[in-house]
């Protein structure tokens, strides 16, 4: 929970920042898209408008960016030329006041600061998992590793499906758990009348719903070579959104993920990407051999 209030935080100072620096040079970002880098960063403190880029000594603000880019002396000296030249075209609509360039200051200074805040918490989580893995039967070790084998499913996501759900023999079934997350249909009754068209219930952590909507965006999603991240979920996803609303279609692909998070907690085995048709003939074949 630590982590993720740390993230909330860092998130809230980077829009800060972000609107701050449209205020000084909006068009910063043509030189660094990512305003966040270590160079970025290193540039808007030293030099935060405009008119500090043009006055600036022309060696010694190309050798702050190949410091903290670890580009080449050719790549900064490019970086540098672009600055200048955006500097220079935006400098008569800069808002740079006094207060902005401050608040300028404070929100870089909260960034890193959160930055490496949240690297601690991650050292401390990496920390109880090496010792973990000293055990005999490093059962938290293992078992996270069994959670990271379902796509979307990093380390932190993992640690925190597990922090929530604590004792996992407490769920003798999928749709024990699917309520623990929260995502389970809420029934709408008056009388005789029964509601069919039922949103979540979300009575669960609201943590572990944030986790699993992350989760289920990852996997509905495209890699950079347009192949599906999980090709059966992608279906399904996109099965279900012929007859039913975007979200309610990735509310179902949740309670999916679900499912898998229990098969593999359960059976104490690595997620294996199955088609709905390779499925049923696997239970077929054991229903068989029993």
């Keep these: 929970r630590q982590y993720y209030k740390l993230s909330d935080e860092l998130t809230a100072y980077k829009n800060r920042l972000t609107g701050i620096v449209d205020q000084l040079m909006l068009n910063f970002k043509d030189v660094f898209p990512n305003i966040f880098s270590k160079a970025a960063l290193a540039v808007l403190e030293k030099y935060p408008t405009p008119v500090h880029i043009l006055k600036a000594n022309r060696n010694k603000l190309i050798a702050l960016i190949q410091k903290n880019s670890r580009r080449s002396l050719k790549w900064s000296t490019a970086k540098y030329e672009l600055l200048v030249s955006k500097a220079r075209e935006f400098a008569p609509l800069s808002i740079n006041n006094s207060s902005n360039i401050a608040m300028l200051g404070v929100y870089i200074s909260m960034i890193k600061t959160l930055e490496e805040n949240l690297e601690k918490v991650l050292k401390a989580i990496r920390s109880l998992i090496a010792e ?23 380390l932190i996501s993992a640690v925190t499906i597990l922090a929530e759900i604590g004792d996992f023999s407490a769920f003798s079934k999928p749709g024990k758990l699917v ?48 192949t599906a991240c999980n090709p059966v979920l992608m279906e399904y996803y996109k099965n279900k959104c012929q007859n039913k609303p975007k979200k309610v279609a990735l509310g179902a692909v949740m309670r999916k993920l679900v499912n898998y998070i229990f098969a593999v907690l359960r059976d104490r085995k690595p997620y294996q990407l199955r088609s709905p048709q390779e499925h049923a003939k696997n239970l077929a074949a054991k229903h068989t051999a029993a």
Excluded: C, W
């Design 132 to 154: 973990d893995m000293a055990k005999d039967i490093p059962m938290l070790a293992l078992t996270l590793e069994l959670l990271q084998s379902i796509p979307g499913i990093g």
């Design 179 to 226: 309520a623990y997350f929260g995502i389970d249909p809420s029934v709408m009754q008056s009388g005789e009348f029964t509601g069919t068209q039922n949103k979540m219930s979300k009575r669960g952590s609201r943590l572990l719903r944030r986790v699993l909507f992350t989760i289920a965006l990852a996997n509905i999603r495209t890699k950079r070579d347009k």
